[in-house]
């Protein structure tokens, strides 16, 4: 058996999480699937899977093969799309990390546009909110919210972000509206709890060129920015969060700003991506497929 093809069938087991169903992706038979993965393990004279009748897991020594062999199909999948085609069309696997919201909201709605445009494209996307690193996990693309320590990745913006204040119509109508940050202690604010430190995080304010940030004081605090919108939208209160959070909810009239001439600008939104792989065609297609998604 040609060893590639055995990576590629064991990569598609570990996906799968079942030797039945990755013969189904495959069009293999099952007994098929599971002779390809044994002969991999025969080469290397390591167990790579934990498998009964009933449940499957990677042992040590297969997590580091699959981590691997992700690279090594990613690469050669580079190289068959840069071979295939004298117009390098953008062919072959993209993997692509998201934040939650990035993904909900805007990337995902448009991903069946962007694969019709490009056929030859296979995409997989994960969606965390977490650090990744990109060559350990065999990624793309990874976009992020905010800044980014120096990781010796090409970093392009694609669209930066406002720290605004919101509430629903329904609560400023029965409370009121603030007029300065300081009047929000007298308002219900909720609150965001960093998950980690388990802290508010305090609000920012600027005018006339002078940042300020304040804790406003509120009975609620969480932890989950799209609960918090929720919240606000059924009435909860004041917030205050990222306009690439707030801005569908903007759009739609379930929450309106306050304190809008107090605002700050908040961190850029980057797509990343290594720099051997920069001039590849689909990263390229996908970092502008991004570009314009936030400038329309």
């Not at 599971?34 to 449940?55: G, Q």
């Not at 909110?129 to 693309?141: A, T």
Request: net charge neutral.
């Amino acid at each position: 058996m040609d060893r590639l093809d055995m990576l590629k069938v064991f990569c598609t087991v570990v996906e799968a999480g079942a030797f039945s169903r990755a013969a189904e992706k495959l069009s293999m038979s099952t007994s098929s699937v599971t002779n390809h993965v044994a002969a991999l393990e025969a080469h290397f004279k390591v167990r790579l899977l934990n498998r009964t009748t009933r449940s499957m897991s990677l042992t040590e020594e297969g997590r580091h093969c699959h981590e691997q062999a992700l690279r090594l199909l990613a690469d050669m999948g580079e190289l068959e799309a840069g071979l295939r085609a004298s117009d390098t069309r953008p062919a072959g696997l993209l993997r692509v990390d998201l934040p939650s919201v990035i993904s909900r909201r805007y990337v995902a709605p448009a991903l069946p546009r962007f694969l019709r445009q490009y056929p030859e494209l296979e995409l997989r996307v994960t969606v965390s909110d977490r650090m990744v690193d990109m060559v350990e996990e065999g990624l793309d693309v990874v976009v992020r919210i905010g800044t980014l320590a120096d990781s010796g990745m090409v970093a392009r913006k694609l669209a930066g972000t406002r720290y605004l204040c919101c509430a629903a119509p329904s609560y400023l109508q029965q409370h009121g509206w603030p007029q300065t940050p300081e009047a929000l202690d007298q308002f219900a604010c909720l609150g965001f709890m960093n998950p980690r430190t388990r802290m508010v995080k305090p609000w920012r304010f600027g005018r006339d060129g002078v940042e300020s940030s304040h804790i406003p004081k509120g009975l609620l605090a969480m932890d989950h920015v799209e609960s918090m919108v929720a919240a606000a939208q059924a009435g909860g209160g004041i917030i205050q969060q990222m306009s690439v959070t707030l801005d569908p909810a903007l759009q739609e009239g379930s929450l309106v700003p306050v304190l809008p001439e107090w605002q700050v600008a908040g961190p850029d939104i980057v797509a990343l991506y290594q720099p051997t792989r920069r001039e590849t065609a689909k990263v390229k297609v996908f970092v502008a497929f991004l570009q314009e998604i936030f400038t329309t």
